[in-house]
Structures are given as structure tokens and as C-alpha cells.
């Protein structure tokens, strides 16, 4: 019974007490191997290794073998490593404002009991059925001179369209939109779940004494969605942080450079061109992975506080 | 009229306007999102029509989507490419997406069980080291990735395209806290019964836990389907090694200018993800946001 007892107030469906017995352990082992071998050999390990590779550079058979000093870590404190962090901060504050503001604007609307609005959640989500590649390939075509029917609505109202994909300020912008198509689609997933489990009868009550419209959203109704706002906020800077293949197919990094973020940068020095530089990819690596844990503990530390879980 | 409204009494009247909201609200709800879809799912629309017009019908701006003469042509094109055929990639693209798929279930279901259900010796640091593991970007050590995977020799092997991704660390997350949720008793019944672990974990457990399995599958199976920066470097110089995402790419930058042989491999790339989108919703928002469900 005492066993029984402790079973229900740890977590765990064990015991503590229970005894240990060396053919329970083995099985346990042998079943972590599987996932810990991978774990270990394809993210912990390379961890390691790259903090090694760090501090190489490449010699002329392009292997990663020459020791390099500090070298690679200097090249980090460069106005050209400075405007590639510049970048992906502007790219993932984009990203990240419009990717969870529209899907948001859309959610409210959607959620209301009027005819149609089933139909239409589902297809404002299709754009998250596309890939980085086939978003980017498609926004390409939607965008390309030869047919846009953005460019032919723009001309209608008089304006010239600029160089989407080809002139510095509207690189970036056109790169972080098709970005925002994706990303917004599952968030609108992710708020539309959260809008669906809003007390109505909370609603109802704030309506009575008084509150409508902008009140209504800001003090009601986003107070009560706000783990989902928060997980829509989380997984979109990280989604936004780890973008490749929108830059690399719509830009590949221009012009002049002005679409390079931190990931293609390291995909730029590491894999393109036979550039080889191992070395400094893997210096920007570990950029990238400061930046990940600092994010993820501004996220949780700072964020979740304000978070109303209900 | 206006003395009827006032002879309305005032709580009913006032009820009456919150629960329909007033017609030109409702206008210029429809309105927005009438706006919001044209703009937002008109990609989506000439992505499919695009790829069943006959090449150079979208030459023209706007491109003329409706009114022609609608085939499957460019699909059969697309697959049968002489530089980037897509029918070995969409072979490829499935084969990543189910082997990390069968992957992730296989190792996850695994460790999870370990870490709830046996007295595995330091379940606590396994565990964290797991989570840590989730905290990595993949592209802070896609360099000695790909730099190890290259000196195996595997470059024209199909296995080179998942070998990195066999284990997750959410993967194991996700079924851990599903585990958690079981009945302690059942696995002190089934104890007492004498039913070992293998047997309680493929007859027991896993059956309950169902909803869990077919998020986690939902989910491994988009990440492997949807990848791209590391078939990108790994298929860099063959052909043959090409995925979905990177053979479409591929076709942009050979024949950017057929347009429609370019939108019929692009709605190559959604067939199995459209259909998780529009019929597999639930499944979708519960693998996605089982990490932020405590």
C-alpha cells in the first residue's frame, strides 16, 4: 500500500522505494541506447567538434586542418558580420510582428459564429502546407516581372514596382513576406485554437459591463489566449532564426549581400562556391547557438510571467 | 420609429446588439477577409491552376488562370526532367520523410518508456540531457554534421539524407509526458499479472497513447518532408540525391521561365502536406503544440 501510495504523489508511475533490480536496469539502458546514440553522435558530439572547428582553417585540399588562432573569432567583431546580424534581427522582427499580428487579425474575425467561417479557417491555413522552398519558388513567380499580378496591381493604382528580389531595401522585406505566408498560416492554426477554447460566457459578461471592440480584444480576450499568442512568438523567432531556404532560393544572399542572415551566412561559408571555410561557419554556428539559448531564456524567463495560464 | 425603440426596454434592447453584432460590422468583417484572401491565398490558387496550363500562359501580367486548356502535361514533364527529373526526388522526399518518421517513433517510444516506466539508472540527467538537446539549433552544427556524414563515404546513399535526424529530442518529450499521463495502477496490475515491460509497452501502453503516436508521426514525417538545408548540401553534387524541396529549387534555376513545368513541381511538394492541412488538422495543432502544453 505504502508503494501504491508513493506511486501517486511522484510523477512518475514509480516507485523509489521499489528495489533496484540489475535486469531492469539493463533493459532501461538498452533502451535509451537508441535515441541516446543518436543523440549523441548527431547533436552533442558535434557540439563539441565544433567549437574545435572553430579555431581551424581550411588548407588547400579544402579539409578543415589548419589551426587558425582566434582568427575566426575576430571575424565575427566585422561591419560585415555586423550587417549580417543586423539582417536577421530586421528579418526576424518582421517575421515575427507581422507573422503573429495578421494571423491574429484574421483569428478574431474567424471565429465569430457566421456562415462561411469554417470553410475559410481552413482555407486561410493551406499556406502552411508549403515548404521554405516551394513558398519562396512560388512568391518568386508572384513577384517575377514577366507576370506578377502584384506588379499589375500596383501599376493600376499608379505605382512602379520596385526590383522585389533585386534591389536592397525590398530584398529583405520580399524574402521576410514569404516567410510571414508560411509562418502566419500556422500561427493562425495555433490562435485559432487558442480563440476556440475563449470562455464565451467571460466575453459575454465583459460585453454586458461595458467593454466592446479594441477594449474587449486588448483586456478580455487577448489576457485569455495569451499562452498561445506566447507559443505563436516562440516558435516563430525560432522558425524566423533558422530560415534558409527562402534567402538562398529568392536572393541567394543579395544584392550585395543585403539579404544575408546569420544561417545563410554560415551556409555561404561553409557549402557555397567552394568557399570550404568551415572554420568561420562554425564561429557564426555558435553565434547561432548563444543566440538560440539567450532567446529561449528571455522567452521563458521574462515572457511566461505575463503569460495567464488558465 | 424611433418611439418604438425607446419603448424597448432598455436591458433587452441592449442584449439584442451584443450577441448579432450590428450589419455593418458583419460588412466589413467579410470585407477583410474577402481582402485578406485574395491576397493571402492567391499564391495557393496559381500554384495549382499554374501547373496544369499549357506552358506560356503565364507569361503575361496578370497571368491568365481561367478559360484554358487544362492538362496534366507539365507534371509528366516535371517528373521525367532530363537534368531534374522529380519522380527520384519525390521517391526521395518520401523515403526521408517515413524513414524519420519510422525513426523518431521507434527510438521516442523507446526512451520515453525507459525514462517513466523502468528503473533506469540516472533517468533524471537523461532526461535533461534530452531536453538540452532540443535547445540546439540544427544549423549551429550542420558544419561537423556534414563534414562527418561526407568522410563516411555515404554521399550516394539515400541514408545519408536522414542519418542525422534518427533521434529526438522532442520526439522522446512528447511520449514521455503521454506516458506520464497513464494510470499508475494498470502498470501495477499488469505486474502482478506478470506481464513484462515489451509486453506492457506494445499491448498496454502504446494503444492508449494513440493520439500522442499520430501527432509525433504527423509531425516527424512534415520535418523530414519539408527539410531543406541539409539535402541541400549533401545532394549538392548529384542529382539522383535530390529531395522534393531541392529539386524544385532546382527546376527554378534551370527553367525559371517555364513557368507552369515550375508550379506543376511545386504542387508535387504539397501533395501529402495539403492533405495534413486540410484533413488532418487536429492532428497537426496536437503535435505542433504539445510543446507548449506543460
Not at chain 1, 82 to 105: N, S
Not at chain 1, 224 to 229: E, R, T
Request: hydrophobic content about 55%; some cysteine; overall charge positive.
Amino acid at each position: 500500500m505504502a508503494e501504491a501510495a508513493a506511486v501517486h504523489s511522484s510523477g512518475p508511475p514509480l516507485s523509489r522505494r521499489a528495489r533496484w533490480s540489475p535486469r531492469e536496469a539493463a533493459l532501461g539502458i538498452a533502451f535509451c541506447l537508441p535515441a541516446l546514440a543518436g543523440l549523441g553522435v548527431f547533436v552533442v558530439f558535434p557540439l563539441f567538434q565544433a567549437v574545435f572547428l572553430s579555431t581551424r582553417s581550411t588548407d588547400i585540399n579544402g579539409n578543415p586542418s589548419r589551426p587558425a588562432g582566434w582568427s575566426n573569432f575576430s571575424a565575427l567583431f566585422t561591419a560585415q558580420f555586423g550587417d549580417v546580424l543586423l539582417h536577421t534581427l530586421l528579418f526576424t522582427l518582421f517575421v515575427v510582428v507581422v507573422g503573429v499580428a495578421l494571423p491574429l487579425a484574421l483569428a478574431v474575425p474567424l471565429a465569430q459564429r457566421l456562415p462561411g467561417m469554417k470553410v475559410l479557417r481552413t482555407l486561410f491555413t493551406l499556406p502552411f502546407a508549403y515548404s521554405a522552398s516551394a513558398a519562396s519558388v512560388v512568391w518568386l513567380l508572384m513577384l517575377d516581372p514577366s507576370m506578377s499580378p502584384v506588379n499589375w496591381l500596383l501599376r493600376l493604382v499608379g505605382i512602379t514596382p520596385p526590383g522585389w528580389t533585386t534591389e536592397s531595401p525590398w530584398a529583405l522585406l520580399t524574402v521576410a513576406w514569404a516567410t510571414v505566408w508560411v509562418v502566419g498560416a500556422f500561427n493562425l492554426l495555433v490562435l485559432g485554437a487558442g480563440l476556440a477554447g475563449v470562455d464565451e460566457e467571460v466575453v459575454e459578461a465583459a460585453r454586458i459591463d461595458g467593454a466592446t471592440g479594441g477594449r474587449l480584444f486588448v483586456s478580455v480576450i487577448l489576457p485569455m489566449i495569451s499562452p498561445s499568442v506566447f507559443f505563436a512568438v516562440v516558435t516563430t523567432t525560432l522558425s524566423a532564426l533558422q530560415a534558409l531556404g527562402q534567402v538562398q532560393v529568392m536572393t541567394d544572399g543579395g544584392p550585395n549581400g543585403s539579404t544575408s542572415t546569420l544561417v545563410y551566412s554560415i551556409f555561404n561559408h561553409a557549402f557555397e562556391n567552394g568557399n570550404n571555410d568551415y572554420g568561420l561557419a562554425s564561429a557564426q554556428g555558435l553565434v547561432l547557438l548563444l543566440v538560440g539559448i539567450a532567446l529561449a531564456a528571455v522567452q521563458f524567463g521574462l515572457v511566461e510571467r505575463r503569460v495567464h495560464y488558465t | 420609429m424611433s418611439r418604438t425603440a425607446d419603448s424597448t426596454p432598455p436591458a433587452v434592447r441592449r442584449r439584442r446588439s451584443l450577441n448579432a453584432p450590428s450589419r455593418a460590422v458583419t460588412a466589413a468583417t467579410y470585407f477583410w477577409l474577402a481582402v485578406a484572401a485574395v491576397a493571402l491565398l492567391f499564391p495557393v490558387l496559381l500554384t495549382v491552376v499554374g501547373g496544369l496550363l499549357p506552358e506560356g500562359r503565364l507569361d503575361s501580367s496578370p497571368p491568365e488562370l481561367f478559360g484554358g486548356h487544362y492538362s496534366f502535361g507539365s507534371y509528366a514533364t516535371a517528373l521525367h526532367e532530363k537534368v531534374v527529373p522529380l519522380l527520384p526526388a519525390f521517391g526521395n522526399s518520401l523515403f526521408v520523410g517515413l524513414v524519420i518518421m519510422a525513426a523518431h517513433l521507434i527510438t521516442s517510444c523507446l526512451a520515453a518508456y525507459a525514462l517513466v516506466f523502468v528503473r533506469t539508472p540516472l533517468r533524471r540527467p537523461v532526461f535533461w540531457l534530452v531536453m538540452a538537446t532540443i535547445m540546439v539549433p540544427y544549423e549551429a552544427i550542420v558544419v561537423p554534421n556534414a563534414l562527418f556524414v561526407r568522410s563516411m563515404g555515404l554521399e550516394n546513399s539515400r541514408w545519408a539524407l536522414v542519418l542525422p535526424f534518427l533521434a529526438n529530442g522532442f520526439g522522446v518529450f512528447l511520449l514521455r509526458q503521454a506516458f506520464l499521463q497513464f494510470p499508475a495502477e494498470l502498470r501495477q496490475a499488469a505486474l502482478i499479472d506478470g506481464c513484462g515491460h515489451l509486453r506492457f509497452l506494445f499491448s498496454i501502453v502504446l494503444p492508449a497513447v494513440r493520439p500522442s503516436l499520430t501527432a509525433l508521426a504527423v509531425w516527424s514525417f512534415l520535418q523530414g518532408w519539408n527539410m531543406y538545408f541539409w539535402p541541400l548540401i549533401i545532394s549538392s553534387s548529384n542529382n539522383s540525391m535530390n529531395t522534393l524541396q531541392t529539386g524544385v529549387f532546382a527546376l527554378q534555376s534551370n527553367e525559371g521561365t517555364q513557368h507552369a513545368l515550375v508550379l506543376a513541381g511545386v504542387t508535387l511538394t504539397l501533395i501529402p502536406t495539403l492533405l495534413l492541412v486540410v484533413f488532418g488538422q487536429r492532428w497537426l495543432v496536437r503535435g505542433f503544440m504539445a510543446g507548449a502544453v506543460k
